[in-house]
């Protein structure tokens, strides 16, 4: 999925669907973590992704609980 086309899915959340989707990237990141570790990772790029999609999670996150401020 392109970034302009993620940013309009996230854009179109609640917060409570972001916060569960935040979550469950965290979750799948750990998982991740715990597959290179044991040199099982299949896609390294994966891990990139998620912190990027973290990160921007956070950042609509913050925007949104400062609007309702």
Do not use: H
């Amino acid at each position: 999925m392109k970034t302009k086309e993620k940013v309009k899915e996230l854009k179109s959340l609640t917060v409570s669907e972001l916060e569960v989707r935040d979550r469950d990237y965290r979750q799948e990141l750990f998982n991740l973590r715990l597959r290179q570790a044991t040199g099982q990772l299949d896609k390294p790029s994966r891990l990139r992704e998620l912190k990027t999609d973290i990160a921007r999670i956070a950042t609509f996150l913050n925007q949104t609980r400062r609007k309702a401020a």
